[in-house]
C-alpha cells in the first residue's frame, strides 16, 4: 500500500469500540475502571445524564444480603424507596472495579419498587413503607444488568438494574447499617 499512515487509521477503525474483559482500563475522571478476565460486562459508554458514570452491557447473577427500605438520606415525610446489594465476594470479584477508589461492595438497584415487588412479600413492603419497620432485609440471588459505575460523595459507587429473582429468599424485617453516600 502507498500509504502507509492510511493503513494504520484503516486498522484502527476496524478494531471494536468496546473494551472486552481484561483489556485495558476505562478512564473516569482521575481513576481508571478495570475489567477482570471473566468478568460478564463489557464497556459500552458514558452516560451523560449521570454525571459521566461508566456503563456495561450484559446480565449476570448477583448474590448477597439485600436491603430495601426508605432512602437513608431521605427528609421528607414521602417514601422514596432504595435498595442495596452487599455483594457476595465471589461475585464482586468478577466484576468491574475502580482502581483507586475505595471498592465498597454496596451495589444500588435502580429500580427498587420492581425488585420489592418481586421479592418482598406484600405484607412486608406495606410494613416497611408505612414505617413500622426501617428495612426488609435477606440474603438474594438475582438477575442484574445495566451495571454502571461513577463517584458519589467522592467513593466508588455501583448501580444496576433488577431484571428478575433467581431463587426464593428468606426475608426479615429490621435495621441498616448505614450506607456510604
Known amino acids: 500500500m502507498k500509504f502507509p499512515a492510511l493503513a494504520c487509521v484503516l486498522a484502527l477503525i476496524a478494531l471494536p469500540a468496546v473494551a472486552a474483559p481484561g483489556d485495558a482500563p476505562i478512564r473516569y475522571r482521575n481513576d481508571r475502571i478495570m475489567v477482570p478476565p471473566g468478568s460478564p460486562l463489557h464497556f459500552s459508554g458514558y452516560d451523560k445524564q449521570h454525571d459521566g458514570a461508566v456503563t456495561f452491557r450484559g446480565r449476570f447473577l448477583l448474590t448477597g444480603t439485600f436491603y430495601y427500605g426508605d432512602n437513608d438520606f431521605n427528609d421528607s415525610d414521602t417514601f422514596l424507596a432504595e435498595a442495596v446489594i452487599f455483594t457476595d465476594k465471589a461475585v464482586l470479584d468478577?466484576?468491574?472495579?475502580?482502581?483507586?477508589?475505595?471498592?465498597?461492595?454496596?451495589?444500588?438497584?435502580?429500580?427498587?419498587?420492581?425488585?420489592a415487588k418481586a421479592v418482598l412479600p406484600k405484607s412486608f413492603q406495606a410494613r416497611v413503607k408505612n414505617g413500622a419497620n426501617r428495612y426488609a432485609t435477606g440474603h438474594v440471588a438475582i438477575w442484574v444488568d445495566e451495571f454502571s459505575a461513577g463517584m458519589a460523595c467522592n467513593a466508588a459507587s455501583y448501580e444496576v438494574r433488577f431484571v428478575k429473582?433467581?431463587?426464593?429468599t428468606s426475608v426479615r424485617l429490621g435495621g441498616i447499617p448505614h450506607l456510604p453516600c
Do not use: G, M, Y
Request: net charge neutral.
Open 94 to 115: 468478577r466484576l468491574p472495579r475502580f482502581a483507586a477508589h475505595d471498592a465498597a461492595n454496596v451495589i444500588h438497584i435502580s429500580n427498587p419498587d420492581a425488585f
Open 165 to 168: 429473582i433467581e431463587r426464593p
